[in-house]
């Protein structure tokens, strides 16, 4: 039963930091690809960040603001934001593929649909 369980969510300032972490269980993260999304209120869960065992890719909003990685021994990823806006606020969620690679995910749009597996979401908010 594969399990991912988001935290680190919370309330900053524009120009500000926030580190989140997604524990996974009953799945061996690391040999697949897993992303990181997000979904504003009346907007569409969109992509931010992918990451497989090639390089991580990244939306163009956030590019060069945001970090994906993660630590295999811990079965953890990892997003880190930095130079929130107030456009960044948002639930974030933790999702999982049952394949290796992301390339196709992304070519394709890091749509939703291409990933099985989905924490519950944690909450960031930046304030201007």
């Given at each position: 039963n594969v399990q991912l369980v988001e935290s680190g969510g919370g309330s900053v300032q524009a120009g500000g930091s926030l580190r989140l972490s997604c524990a996974a269980s009953g799945y061996t993260s690391s040999r697949y690809c897993m992303?990181?999304?997000r979904q504003a209120p009346g907007k569409e869960r969109e992509g931010v960040a992918l990451i497989d065992s090639e390089y991580p890719r990244y939306a163009v909003s956030v590019k060069g603001r945001f970090t994906i990685s993660r630590d295999n021994a811990k079965n953890t990823l990892y997003l880190q934001m930095n130079s929130l806006k107030?456009?960044?606020t948002?639930?974030?969620?933790?999702a999982g593929r049952g394949v290796t690679y992301c390339s196709g995910a992304?070519?394709?749009?890091?749509?939703?649909?291409d990933f099985a597996y989905w924490g519950q979401g944690t909450q960031v908010t930046v304030s201007s």
């Open positions: 992303g990181w999304f107030p456009e960044d948002a639930m974030y969620y933790c992304y070519l394709r749009g890091m749509k939703a649909e």
